[in-house]
Structures are given as C-alpha cells and as structure tokens.
Nanobody, 115 residues
C-alpha cells in the first residue's frame, strides 16, 4: 500500500513563495512519474508539473518560469517550489505518483494567494 503525505500549503500574499512537499511511504522500490495537480473551486483538476524518474520535467504554461518541481529519489519525495504567486494560483494542490502502473493521490493541501 502506498501512502502520500503532503505539506507546505498556506496563505501568502501575491508575489510571495511557498514550497510544497509530498513524501511517499509504503512498499516502494522505484517511482516512475511524480507530479502536482491543482483544483480551484468550480474548476476541474489540472496538471501543474510532473517529473520523471530521470528528471525530465513538464509544466503547465500558466506556471512556467515561476514554479519548479524537483524530487529526492532516496526519500521518495517530490517538491514544488512556487514563486511569484498570483491569486489565480489559489487552489487545493494534490500530489500524484505513478507506481507500477497505478496512480496514487495525496489528500491535498490548500494554497491561498491574497491580492
């Protein structure tokens, strides 16, 4: 069983920064893709950023140049550094991993950016 624990959300002013972390625990050998998604009120969940086991990254256009995804493989942890935050970044952020062909989700962490 794989369990994901997220941390790092909160309230920040526009232009501020936050760093999200997501640690995976359980019987894990090697995680393929790790990523972050977000869901704002009344909107569908959307991809924010993903990173492969080899370090290849992909970002949503709306966060390119502001957010950076990284991972620590020995710790089975993925991070999302969010800079220059905007009110439109307000959402619940979910960690996601793809492991042995299955997708696992974290419980979500709230990020609120005030104008």
């Amino acid at each position: 069983q794989v369990h994901l624990v997220e941390s790092g959300g909160g309230l920040v002013h526009s232009g501020g920064s936050l760093r999200l972390s997501c640690a995976a625990s359980g019987s894990i050998f090697s995680i393929n893709t790790m990523g972050w998604y977000r869901q704002a009120p009344g909107k569908e969940r959307e991809l924010v950023a993903v990173i492969t086991n080899g370090g290849r990254t992909n970002y949503a256009d709306s966060v390119k140049g502001r957010f950076t995804i990284s991972r620590d493989n020995p710790k089975n942890t993925v991070y999302l550094q969010m800079n220059s935050l905007k009110p439109e970044d307000t959402a619940v952020y979910y960690c996601n991993i793809n492991y042995v062909g299955a997708n696992y989700w974290g419980q979500g962490t709230q990020v609120t950016v005030s104008s």
